[in-house]
Every structure is written in C-alpha cells, then in structure tokens.
C-alpha cells in the first residue's frame, strides 16, 4: 500500500467517525422526542486491492464506509399525561396520519401519539395530520373504510322516553280525599313526584304523577303533564298522558297495577309509548311487591326515578380504548362509539424513511402496511393518556461517543504519520 492510499484510508476513518458521532449526535438531540426511534451506523470495510507476490496473492483494506443507518425499533418507556386523545402504542406499529406535509400529500406513519382535535374537529396530530381510522354510525357500529376521524362533529340524536320507573312508599293510613278533579290536582290527590319525558324530537315534557287513595290498599295514579306541549293540550291547562290503579295486600306489597294512557307530543311521533313502572307485583310470576312502591305507615316519599329518554346532546370528552375504539359522552348522559383508530404494522419497520415531524414513510424495502385494529393480527395495543418517550439510552449514547471520539483520533493519527513519511520522502530529492 502507498503512503497516498493510506492517507485516503486515513480519511476514510475520519468520515465514517464523523458521520457515527452525527448519527449520535441526532439520537442525543431527540432523547426527549415524543415516540422517537434511536438510530445506529453500520460500517463496511472498502473495496481492497489485491497484491500479487512471491508467495501468492494477498489483499490489503482500502479503509471504511457507512453501509446504512439503522433505525432501532425497540419499545420506548411510557407517560402518563392524563390528557385523553394522548395515544401511545404498547407492542408493534404505527398510527395512521395523512394530509399534506413537507410538501408531500399522502399517508404517513408514526409513534408519536400527541393528538388532539383540531378547529374542524379531526383528531390530529400537531402538524395538523388528520389521524385514520374507522367511523361509526349512530348506532356505534364501526365501519370497514379507512377515514379521518371527525370526532367533533359528533352529536347524540334525542331518545323518546318510552319508560319511566318509580320506587317509593305511599302512606298507608292517609285518609281519602275529594273526588279527582283534574283542574285542582293538589287538593284531589294524597302525593305527587315529578321526571322528565322526552319525545322523538328531544323536547322534555314535566310529568307529575299524582297518587290519591281510593281505599284500603287502593290507590290511583294520573300522569299530568302541560297541555303547550300536547297534541290539542291548552297551555297552562294539565293534559292526562296516563292513568292506572295500584293495589297493595296487608303487609303493603304491590300486589297488583293497571294502566292506561295516550301521549302525543306536538310535532314529535304520535302516539308516544309512555309506560310507568311501578315494581313487580305479587299478582306476577316471581314478583316480590318491594321492587318499586310499597304501602307501609311511613310517610309518601319517592326514593328513585328515572326514564330511559335523552334530549340531543352535544360531545363532552372522549376515552379511546386499548383496542382504539373512542367512546363520546354527550351533555344528555348517553355514550357510544365514535370511530376506532387505526394501526399500521409492516414486516420491515425499521426500513421505513423518516419523514420529519416525528413521522415516517414507506419505501420498497419496508413492505406494504397491513392496517387494522389494535390488538389484532400482531399489532400492538393503545394506551390512553399517555404518551411513548423516545428509546434513547443516554448512557450507551455516552459511551458510544467516546469510542467514536478514540476512532476519529486514532484515524487523524493515520493521516497525521502517512503525511510525515511523505515529508520525509520529498526531503530524500534536496
């Protein structure tokens, strides 16, 4: 070999130590970056030359080169930050994002799952790449194409109240009063309560039910509700909506119930099915009598109610779940899936192309996605409210350094001894 040969040999050192310190430098730098994967320099010697002599043929290096950057796929640890659209996958693969970025339109991939819903109200990331997944109708069945996830766009359509339930004691020895009479409800009925009803439109109707005593373990029950709001009702004027009879035994079990009833709301589905439930009466198969109204000497008091209706409601938050399904609450009460999100797993994850902006590209050498749910066909699960931290190991990166910091000195040496022996050759002509 050449003193010239050694001194390219020489540089081929220092190159190939510059470009491992600029790979850890780039790892350093992102030590913090949310779902950065750490890269690592592959060396391969050069081309060598072969020298022909008295004993045979031998060959001699002609220094190194990176053959490839490497991407270390590995597991990064995980954070919680309670914040409900921060997505962090636990096991294989990468969330979907896709819009315009670096002047590139297309799909992207990535680990970074710092979301939030934009001002359109897509669940993006913070370069405003739409996140993809599958959406579901109103009934929360997800569908099969791949979309963007317009999570706040999202509202929950008005129930009908077909059902309303009563638990509570009336007083067994009230006395009867005065006859019903619809127009003076208070003087005419032993107790009342009141819930809210709501039509197919979502409009909510106050229902006071009114409970007189007709007689020993007698009573009966009138459902009054505003006549504004009823089909030929007069506002301010009670319209019965439901009617019934209540019976109790001696030791004040429900024993038996009747009832009767029209609801037509103005403007909504007509007639509207209103039930009230009072309990499970002995007079029923296996009915107890205690579930709902009693009749013991303690006072009238009601201890539950509740209807199985809803008004419109619009988004109040959403929890995506470990298999990327995001359930909505509304401002009604009601819930139900929204979309689930979707992952992309490759056979070759670490042949993917960084892209900037903690994402990254398919190429030939990655493969194709396979896009599907969490949990499934190898991919890995989601964790809500929390976030991947880069797989940097600060420590290894140190010593790392080091030992690319001892090659690039060691090879400034080669260059430093083949220039004094060139020196010195160019001396041998003076």
Do not use: C
């Amino acid at each position: 070999m050449s003193l010239l040969t050694s001194l390219y040999t020489g540089a081929s050192g220092l190159e190939t130590s510059s470009q491992d310190l600029s790979v850890i430098g780039d790892n350093i730098a992102n030590a913090n970056t949310i779902g950065f994967k750490q890269s690592r320099a592959a060396f391969e010697d050069q081309l060598s030359q072969t020298l022909i002599g008295d004993v045979g043929t031998s060959q001699e290096g002609l220094g190194a080169r990176v053959q490839a950057v490497r991407t270390i796929v590995s597991q990064g640890s995980l954070t919680s930050t309670g914040v409900a659209t921060d997505l962090a996958l636990q096991g294989n693969g990468y969330f979907v994002v896709k819009g315009t970025h670096n002047g590139v339109d297309g799909s992207f991939f990535t680990r970074a799952g710092q979301f939030s819903i934009d001002k359109s109200g897509y669940l993006a990331n913070l370069d405003g790449l739409h996140v993809q997944g599958y959406t579901a109708d109103v009934n929360g069945t997800i569908g099969g194409g791949l979309s963007d996830l317009a999570l706040g766009a999202a509202t929950s359509q008005p129930k009908a109240t077909n059902n309303i339930a009563l638990k509570g004691n009336l007083q067994a020895d009230a006395v009867v009063p005065p006859a019903w009479d619809p127009a003076a409800p208070e003087t005419t009925s032993n107790f009342s309560t009141s819930e809210t009803a709501y039509d197919s439109l979502g409009s909510a109707h106050q229902i006071q039910v009114y409970f007189r005593k007709t007689g020993a373990g007698a009573w009966e029950f009138h459902a009054m509700t505003d006549g504004a709001g009823i089909q030929g009702g007069t506002a301010g004027t009670p319209s019965e909506v439901a009617a019934g009879t209540l019976a109790f035994d001696a030791t004040g079990k429900l024993s038996a119930q009747t009832q009767t009833g029209s609801f037509n709301p103005i403007g909504a589905t007509q007639p509207q099915t209103l039930n009230l439930n009072f309990g499970d009466a002995t007079g029923v198969a296996g009915g107890t009598g205690l579930a709902g109204m009693t009749q013991f000497a303690s006072a009238s008091a009601t201890s539950y109610l509740s209807q199985d209706g809803a008004a419109a409601g619009v988004l109040n938050g959403v929890q995506v779940q470990s298999d990327g399904r995001v359930v909505g609450s509304f401002s009604n009460g009601q819930s139900r899936v929204l979309a689930q999100v979707a992952i992309a797993n490759f056979q070759a994850p670490d042949q993917l192309q960084r892209a900037g902006g903690n994402v990254f590209a398919q190429t030939v050498n990655s493969g194709d996605p396979s896009i599907g749910a969490a949990g499934t066909g190898g991919r890995g699960s989601i964790t809500a409210g929390a976030l991947e931290q880069s797989n940097v190991d600060l420590a290894g990166e140190f010593v790392h350094m080091i030992a690319a910091q001892r090659e690039f000195q060691a090879n400034s040496k080669t260059v430093q001894t083949a220039d004094s022996l060139l020196q010195e050759l160019i001396q041998l002509k003076r």
